[in-house]
């Protein structure tokens, strides 16, 4: 991929005394898939929008290949739109929905028909082009949806939640689609969901929205790992949180304790970290480390397990802490510390640091 040719500058949007967007700014590079993660409200589809054409920004830039967008309209931007609801024209078939932005550009019948053919087989759905969308599936005209606005070869393609109306099974079927064409095809697409496994699975980075504002950026593996606020590592993936109280902290590193006579050490630390301070200690379930015995075992603290779930490839157990935290753990079907467990049973609970955050 090239440097960067889509930059967000500084936007923010007001609708009212209420800001939905506040100083986002990013760069895009060309062929990325990016993705704009968030809970509803957190601006991620305004965000969009705008760089669309659809919204003004209050405030703010978007440059394409170093030029504004926002002296054009919508209409003339030549970006690619997918929607959650497919938005297919129902009178039309399948080859005219996707013929329909290429007859709007006057395109010649020849070229039209050519493309029409070469993005049916895109999506593979040769053979469908004289269906009408209500004779297809919700993932098969999705996929004529995704179809019609690669059609006109557009330099950015922006999705808005566009599977979040398919089941399960469905969705990550088109997720693996989507996946596929954006490496043949080397579209920049950015993409929106309030969905963490779909952002994971689909996206090169992933912009983790919240309360209008950018948290932080980067890929699944940087984001699950090196969580910049407690926002994103509760967030992306799952997480226990224990309460715990600084007792020193230097060179992003800090020493907590948990009651009074647990200790550990040289845990990354987020925020303002002070001697005495209160804090929380983040824990990823598949990184803690269950046993019956104590004797041999890492330090850790003891537990008193509430729930056992089996989940297929992997148990979920849910313990709790004497302070009456409760903690989830996940290990994998088959490990030694599983057979026998029962509720009520008292475990040990232990981690490596490096795994572990703490944010103030």
Known sequence: MSESFLKIKGIRKEYGPVVAVHDVSLEVKR?????????????????????????????????LNDETLLSTPSHKRNIGMVFQRYTLFPHLTVGENIAFPLKVRRKSKAEIDSRV??????????????????????????????ARALAYDPPVLLMDEPLSALDKKLREEIQFEIRRIHQQTEVTILYVTHDQEEALRLSDRIAVFSRGVI????TGPELYAH???????????????????LLAASDGKATVSIGQDIV????PVHGEAGSGKKAALMLRPERL???RNQAGSPAGFQATVSDITFLGNNVHVVAHTGAGELLAVRL?????????????????????????????
Do not use: W
């Not at 053919?117 to 949806?145: H, I, N, T, W, Y």
């Not at 550990?264 to 845990?267: E, G, L, M, T, Y």
């Open 31 to 63: 062929g990325e898939f990016l993705t704009f993660l968030g809970p509803s409200g957190s601006g991620k589809s305004t965000t969009l929008y705008i760089l669309a054409g659809f919204e003004n920004p209050t405030k703010g830039d978007i440059l």
């Open 117 to 146: 053919r070469e993005m049916l087989r895109l999506v593979r759905l040769e053979g469908f082009e004289d269906r009408k969308p209500a004779q297809m599936s919700g993932g098969q005209q999705q996929r004529v949806a995704l």
């Open 215 to 218: 948290d932080q950026v980067g």
């Open 227 to 245: 969580p910049a606020t407690r926002f994103v590592a509760e967030f992306i993936g799952d997480s226990d949180f224990i309460a715990c109280e």
């Open 264 to 267: 550990f050490d040289h845990i």
């Open 289 to 291: 480390q269950l046993s």
């Open 332 to 360: 994998p079907f088959g490990h030694e510390a599983i057979a026998g467990l029962n509720r009520g049973d008292l475990v040990h609970l232990a981690f490596d640091p490096a795994s572990a955050q703490v944010f103030c």
